[in-house]
């Protein structure tokens, strides 16, 4: 058993709370060291505990750089991340030591797109603020007033979608039943199906300038980093409510807290901003036309149990040389 033991694959798992399916699969073939932990490893405990390891099973709080990969040296062969975001990951360092990483696309589409539709209406309607003055007191003084807590509706309105990739599909899929006049996107490359369905490819200034309601569903990448910044807001509708459920990066915050401050657009709902976790005291936590949810866009049960289990997947397939089920690089 001894012997067994020593040969089979080191994997380090960076968090608690992974569902008990990926651990048993991982136990099963690997040793595993986890981190004991229900908040993130930290960096000098993850430099110490990748080194020997053959695989790492990380989540998007984790930066893989080159730090990391130093400090894991030749014996890391798999980097499974339980995301489909991939950000955080040197991509190019990695692919230069012939490391494999597997992701998690395809599982949590549903459960993000419920949740960027879940978002846009919490805002549009204000179902937060609204909410808040139940708990405030301001309903006793208004009772039913023909414009207290007025919204704005999706019927009728244009939507433009910025990355209409599985999840920005998604969301158009679920918004087809509102009554949406028209669907824009904007992206690197054409999508002919979801033409057929009705959207519509415009360049990124007609998005912004022509769009009621803007969901960003997009890759951060180099390009897509700061895309939303003051020139960006500055085209936008002042009537404009903006959603991202893409990576905090995409928007430019403090531009965005401009915006939302000077009425150069109406509202905005986030999952996901910067820094995360969001300090509570925060400047965007003051701002009533902005909604902030805590990045729980794929938090769904079974939704966190298949991206578990994909991620212990890719690790096993690619220790064992076998094709990964979702592979990256
Ligand atoms: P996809 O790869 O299917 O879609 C990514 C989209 O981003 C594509 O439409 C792509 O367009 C677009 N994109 C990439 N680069 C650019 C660019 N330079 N300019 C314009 N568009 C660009 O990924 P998913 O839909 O599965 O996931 C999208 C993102 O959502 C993830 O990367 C992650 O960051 C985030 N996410 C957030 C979650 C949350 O909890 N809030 C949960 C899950 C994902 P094109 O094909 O034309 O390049
Ligand atoms: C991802 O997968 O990239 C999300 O941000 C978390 O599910």
Redesign the pocket.
């Known amino acids: 058993v001894g012997a067994a033991a020593m040969s089979r694959p080191k994997v380090l798992i960076t968090r608690a709370d992974i569902p008990q399916k990926a651990l048993d699969m991982l136990n099963e073939k690997c040793e595993v060291d986890m981190w004991p932990e229900s908040f993130p490893i930290p960096r000098e405990q993850m430099l110490k505990k990748i080194q020997g390891k053959d695989a790492i099973f990380c989540l998007l709080t984790e930066k893989i750089d080159t730090e990391v990969l130093n400090a894991a040296g030749s014996s890391l062969k798999v980097i499974g991340t339980m995301?489909?975001?991939?950000?955080h990951l040197s991509l190019e360092e990695i692919k230069k030591r012939g490391i494999k990483v597997g992701y998690t696309?395809?599982v949590?589409?549903d459960?993000?797109a419920e949740?960027?539709v879940a978002l846009l209406l919490a805002t549009s309607r204000r179902l937060f603020e609204a909410h808040g003055e139940l708990l405030n007191g301001g309903w006793g003084k208004c009772a039913w007033s023909p414009l207290w807590m007025t919204g704005w509706g999706l019927a009728g309105s244009t939507v433009g979608i910025?990355?209409?990739?599985?999840?920005?599909?998604?969301v158009m899929q679920r918004l087809q039943g509102f009554g949406i006049k028209r669907f824009l996107?904007?992206?690197?490359?054409?999508?002919p199906e979801e033409e057929e369905k009705g959207a519509e490819f415009v360049p990124?200034d007609t998005l912004l300038k022509e769009s009621d309601f803007i969901a960003v569903?997009?890759?951060?990448?180099?390009?897509?980093r700061d895309?939303f910044n003051e020139e960006a807001f500055s085209k936008m509708k002042k009537s404009a409510i903006i959603v991202n459920?893409?990576?905090g990066g995409v928007i430019k915050q403090d531009a965005l807290i401009t915006a939302l401050k000077t009425g150069q657009i109406r509202a905005a709902g986030l999952?996901?901003m910067t820094p995360e976790p969001l300090p509570p005291d925060h400047e965007l936590t003051k701002l009533p036309n902005c909604t902030l949810i805590p990045?729980?866009?794929?938090?769904e049960t079974t939704t966190r149990e298949g991206m578990a289990t994909l991620t212990a997947s890719n690790i096993i397939a690619g220790l064992e040389d076998q094709p990964m089920p979702a592979r990256l690089c």
């Open positions: 995301s489909v975001g991939y950000d696309p395809g949590l589409t459960a993000t949740l960027t910025l990355g209409l990739g599985r999840i920005g599909q998604g996107y904007s992206g690197r490359s054409r999508r990124f569903t997009c890759a951060l990448n180099d390009q897509t895309i459920t893409s990576r999952d996901v990045h729980i866009g794929s938090a």
